[in-house]
């Protein structure tokens, strides 16, 4: 346990300082490229202020988050370890790959100016194949199974072959909820250091130094990118940052086999993308009609009058209890 709480401290620590230095460095480049955000017409007319703005700081976190974890495989294989690390090293892999997906889309549509970067289209293909990819990898290395072990009894459920699809639409679901939460300032970033501390928890719980990795990154990336994106924020995260942090949300719950918990876990992702999901569905339903003043939910909020400070404080709040309550359900 003394070895893990020193390895966290570094890595944790670590993580946060590069992120700070990193952003640091990475907003005037991003300036001078004029990768600025782009305001909407359909978006929130009190957000024009925010109208370039440097985005595609996701790329500082994960720049950050490459370096801890190479440092740490690196020593991990020397110890001979390195096997154990499969999990993690490819749910590191699926964050990259999603973190790649959103910086493609953020570089063509801010920096080349290419209309709105990938078509929706385009973009769930590759988020499939990727998750696909994720799925078939975790499940031929056995670092999953289709079986769900129902909390508070011994109810053990085997999904069978429809285990796989479900899982992808899981992932996928949750990373572009992650996408969607990603609206004001500090809100996504907020949320994650939140889901980084409840992992901290099962990594000292369970004494495993790979989920205190995956929770390192998310803590100190997300609370080494609030040093800039809180409110007033200097830079957003971009798709690039993310889905990077929507996919090691997820793919931390896949790590510990606590599909359950992942749901419960990544509540507020995917509360903001039904939101949106049915807010166009009534509009469609009623032929004009709105379910929410307007979608995602944090924008609804907006338009009642909550200031960004009492949003992020409240979703926050929502995402203690939803942690919370997937302790409870893994401690089961």
């Known amino acids: 346990m003394r070895e893990l709480t020193l390895e966290y401290g570094l890595t944790a620590i670590g993580m946060l300082l590069l992120t700070i230095l990193v952003e640091w460095r990475l907003i005037p480049v991003l300036r001078s490229h004029k990768a600025g955000q782009r305001i909407l017409e359909i978006g929130p007319r009190w957000h024009k202020s925010k109208e370039g703005t440097p985005t595609m700081g996701g790329i500082g976190f994960i720049l950050a988050a490459l370096i801890c974890s190479a440092i740490y495989l690196i020593v991990r294989a020397r110890r001979g370890s390195a096997q154990l690390e499969i ?66 009894s011994d109810v053990r459920i085997d999904f069978g072959w429809l ?29 994650t250091a939140v889901i980084g501390g409840f992992f901290a928890l099962v990594a000292f719980a369970w004494n495993d130094s790979s989920v205190g990795l995956l929770s390192a990154i998310l803590l100190g990336g997300a609370l080494g990118f609030l040093v800039f994106n809180f409110h007033p924020a200097k830079v957003f ?20 086999r606590a599909y359950l918990v992942g749901l419960i876990l990544s509540g507020v992702f995917i509360f903001e993308m039904l939101s949106s999901f049915f807010q166009v569905l009534y509009f469609k339903l009623t032929k004009g009609k709105r379910l929410f003043k307007m979608a995602p939910f944090h924008h609804h909020l907006e338009k009642c009058g909550w200031n960004e400070y009492a949003i992020v404080a409240f979703f926050s709040a929502c995402e203690i209890l939803l942690s919370v309550v997937a302790w409870l359900l893994l401690d089961a």
């Open 87 to 152: 999990p993690l090293a490819t749910t590191l892999a699926f964050a990259a790959a999603n973190g790649l997906i959103g910086f493609v889309d953020d570089y063509f549509k801010l920096v080349k100016h290419q209309n709105e970067g990938l078509t929706w289209y385009q973009k769930l293909t590759l988020q499939l194949a990727v998750a696909a990819a994720y799925v078939a990898v975790m499940g031929y290395t056995g670092s999953i199974s289709p079986i769900l072990e129902l909390p508070f």
């Open 237 to 256: 995260m971009g798709d690039t940052g993310s889905l990077f942090f929507g996919s090691l949300v997820i793919g931390g719950a896949f790590m510990i």
């Open 163 to 191: 285990f796989w699809p479900l899982a992808v639409l899981l992932l996928v679901g949750v990373v572009n909820g992650g996408n969607l939460t990603d609206g004001i300032d500090g809100l996504a970033s907020s949320v």
